[in-house]
């Protein structure tokens, strides 16, 4: 494609959406240290109402969403941790919210009005998941219990803490009633209740069975004999009374179970699929629960039948929660959207906030740098304004139930996926490739390929390219719709696979994890003095320089020579993480690489010539999957499954290090 049939599609494809740009007033919000700009909020978690229910508490992948429920508007980002928020909590009176989660080593406590971080409370174990949260009922105290089933009291006032007793086993869920005094947690598909004051085992149901979830007695009789596997619970609700808790199940039923004479007083049949949120009604007549497909049902609890299945979403339910009048409920999704529902008449209200995206996999910049286009885990598009710091909005939302694999031309016109479809064939699992700006999907002979895929790649002149999980590399033509074959006979792995700028290289990781390159116009392989094992690869703008990674081996920086590779330098600084993202300014005088483990989710750009640490940067909770530089070299871009996209000011960044040095 010429530079200006692409200079003519992107202009087209701007001017036919930026009459629908919305206000992205969140872009500057808590920002960390060096970015300029965010795109996206997070994947939802959680969501909580306040007690009045004026306000909105969003759990995200980056921190806490605050709404206005009347406008609609966030009033505040709650930031600072170094993992996802996968607990909140509002106090009684309405003046607290607290929030913690996943890989995050403290518990913050804010004000909701005001915006201001009013505790911060160091986890005495430096867990690396804290699951639930409840305030006393004086809001001067918090409960909290963590993934291995700690129960943890954080006196507020006096700034004090105590673990109490444990469960025998890790604890995957867990939720509070709501005086604070019961906590109900899941293991292996068994229901345990505690006593949270004193951290004590009140008493354990059996829960979702396998292959028993009727409420016959036969079935209870059967099941009291052979003891079948439990299948996991996902989700808890208590009715407000705290006598009877609701339990979602990956079996795809809820169980309602009475807490006074304890005994489950039925099983609620109906999703199609894995549920994955429950939330009562305040007067405790209505159960709505979602499932992973992306429906929404409302269940009457006297009756036990189902009253109404909303519809509206476009993937999976992430979160419920209902407003304490009773009226209204919430539901957030996968699809980046909260939607509002009247719970009488079961009819959406409106499309409370958008920009929730659940995991950015690919990022591109258009030519001049002055747009960027972006795929989410669950097929959606988006292009991003990159002057005016708004987000377009998304262009094309594929029918697709979950993307493991995706990928944008470099042009930023075509786009890649692999995964599964909402549409008839719902269980095939295929590769689809589709025109960014229309939406129309191209077919060929890579939607046959009905084996894993680790990689999709596309080359700067739009050869699209695919490998997969038994040793092969696959190829074909995108305008002719052929495949061609120039790779060598030996197998490799495919988790690794990149293409020089100039299209002349592929490297890619070995069946056994070493390094292999191949010489596409001379069709051999580049000889490579010395084996090391590979995390990460990036080719140099220029294509005369390979950088090659290994969390124990070191970082190697190879020249392209004729025939073989030239060890060009070697850096003492190791890179830790599996699979690093590694890039190169236009300039090529840095080489800019992520870092991941348990905790934490950086940025290291490193000297090229001396392997110097000059500065790391820091503002993802999740893995990083993309960094991209605009063409100028003037910008930086991050996006990660966090679900956000950080813009770098790649000149700010330059002149600190020169300050520095």
């Known amino acids: 494609m010429s530079q200006k049939n692409i200079s003519t599609l992107l202009f087209f494809l701007f001017l036919s959406i930026t009459i629908t740009l919305y206000a992205q007033d969140n872009t500057q919000m808590g920002l960390p240290e060096g970015a300029i700009a965010r795109f996206g909020k997070g994947g939802i978690n959680t969501m909580q109402f306040s007690p009045n229910g004026s306000l909105l508490a969003v759990g995200t992948d980056v921190g806490v969403w605050v709404y206005d429920t009347s406008s609609g508007k966030e009033t505040a980002l709650f930031t600072g941790y170094t993992g996802r928020i996968d607990a909140l909590d509002f106090s009684p009176d309405g003046n607290r919210l607290a929030s913690g989660g996943f890989a995050n080593p403290i518990i913050q406590v804010w004000d909701p009005r005001t915006g201001n971080k009013l505790n911060t409370i160091e986890l005495i174990d430096k867990t690396d998941r804290l699951k639930s949260m409840g305030f006393s009922n004086d809001g001067k105290a918090l409960t909290s219990i963590d993934l291995w089933g700690r129960i943890s009291h954080h006196d507020l006032v006096n700034k004090s803490q105590n673990i109490l007793d444990s469960s025998p086993s890790s604890i995957r869920l867990g939720a509070f009633s709501p005086d604070g005094n019961t906590i109900a947690s899941e293991n292996k598909g068994k229901i345990y209740l505690w006593d949270s004051g004193s951290g004590k085992q009140k008493i354990i149901y059996k829960g979702h069975s396998s292959i028993f979830n009727g409420d016959s007695f036969i079935k209870m009789v059967i099941s009291d004999i052979l003891h079948p596997t439990g299948v996991d619970i996902t989700s808890f609700a208590f009715s407000p009374d705290g006598k009877i808790l609701a339990s979602g199940s990956r079996d795809k039923t809820i169980q309602l179970w009475d807490l006074i004479d304890h005994f489950k007083i039925a099983t609620l049949k109906g999703h199609k699929n894995v549920i994955t949120t429950v939330a009562f009604s305040q007067d405790g007549t209505t159960i709505a629960s979602g499932d992973a497909g992306k429906s929404i049902k409302l269940w009457d609890v006297n009756t036990k039948r189902e009253r109404a299945t909303l519809s509206g979403h476009t993937h999976g339910i992430a979160a419920l929660a209902i407003t304490p009048d009773g009226k209204t409920l919430a539901s957030g999704s996968y699809d980046g959207t909260i939607r509002f529902w009247n719970l009488q008449t079961a009819e959406e209200i409106r499309v409370f906030a958008t920009g929730h995206i659940s995991s950015v996999n690919s990022i591109v910049f258009n030519k001049n740098g002055s747009l960027l286009v972006s795929t989410s885990s669950y097929g959606n598009v988006d292009v991003w304004s990159i002057k005016t710091a708004?987000?377009?909005?998304?262009?094309?939302?594929?029918?697709?139930?979950?993307?493991?694999?995706?990928?944008?031309?470099?042009?930023?016109?075509?786009?890649?996926?692999?995964?599964?479809?909402?549409?008839?064939?719902?269980?095939?699992?295929?590769?689809?490739?589709?025109?960014?700006?229309?939406?129309?999907?191209?077919?060929?002979?890579?939607?046959?390929?009905?084996?894993?895929?680790?990689?999709?790649?596309?080359?700067?002149?739009?050869?699209?390219?695919?490998?997969?999980?038994?040793?092969?590399?696959?190829?074909?033509?995108?305008?002719?719709?052929?495949?061609?074959?120039?790779?060598?006979?030996?197998?490799?792995?495919?988790?690794?696979?990149?293409?020089?700028?100039?299209?002349?290289?592929?490297?890619?990781?070995?069946?056994?994890?070493?390094?292999?390159?191949?010489?596409?116009?001379?069709?051999?392989?580049?000889?490579?003095?010395?084996?090391?094992?590979?995390?990460?690869?990036?080719?140099?703008?220029?294509?005369?320089?390979?950088?090659?990674?290994?969390?124990?081996?070191?970082?190697?920086?190879?020249?392209?020579?004729?025939?073989?590779?030239?060890?060009?330098?070697?850096?003492?600084?190791?890179?830790?993480?599996?699979?690093?993202?590694?890039?190169?300014?236009?300039?090529?005088?840095?080489?800019?690489?992520?870092?991941?483990?348990?905790?934490?989710?950086?940025?290291?750009?490193?000297?090229?010539?001396?392997?110097?640490?000059?500065?790391?940067?820091?503002?993802?909770?999740?893995?990083?999957?993309?960094?991209?530089?605009?063409?100028?070299?003037?910008?930086?871009?991050?996006?990660?499954?966090?679900?956000?996209?950080?813009?770098?000011?790649?000149?700010?960044?330059?002149?600190?290090?020169?300050?520095?040095?």
């Not at 064939?425 to 002979?445: A, K």
């Open 390 to 661: 708004r987000e377009l909005t998304p262009i094309t939302d594929y029918p697709t139930n979950s993307i493991s694999i995706s990928a944008i031309s470099p042009d930023g016109t075509l786009f890649a996926s692999y995964g599964k479809s909402y549409i008839a064939d719902h269980n095939t699992v295929r590769i689809r490739l589709f025109r960014v700006e229309s939406g129309e999907e191209l077919l060929g002979p890579w939607n046959k390929i009905n084996r894993n895929v680790e990689e999709l790649l596309f080359t700067h002149d739009n050869r699209f390219l695919y490998s997969n999980t038994l040793k092969e590399i696959r190829c074909w033509d995108i305008l002719t719709r052929k495949e061609f074959f120039p790779f060598g006979p030996e197998p490799v792995h495919g988790q690794l696979l990149k293409i020089s700028p100039n299209g002349k290289y592929i490297a890619m990781e070995t069946f056994r994890g070493k390094l292999r390159v191949w010489d596409v116009e001379a069709q051999s392989d580049l000889h490579i003095p010395i084996t090391k094992n590979v995390s990460g690869l990036a080719f140099s703008p220029d294509s005369m320089y390979l950088v090659q990674t290994h969390y124990n081996d070191g970082t190697i920086l190879w020249e392209l020579g004729t025939t073989e590779l030239i060890i060009h330098n070697v850096y003492q600084q190791k890179i830790k993480g599996f699979n690093s993202i590694l890039t190169f300014p236009p300039d090529e005088s840095m080489l800019v690489h992520s870092v991941s483990d348990m905790y934490t989710h950086q940025i290291k750009i490193l000297d090229v010539d001396t392997g110097i640490l000059h500065t790391t940067l820091s503002g993802h909770t999740e893995d990083i999957t993309a960094l991209k530089f605009t063409q100028d070299g003037t910008t930086l871009a991050s996006s990660s499954r966090d679900g956000t996209i950080l813009l770098w000011d790649w000149d700010k960044i330059n002149k600190n290090i020169s300050i520095g040095d």
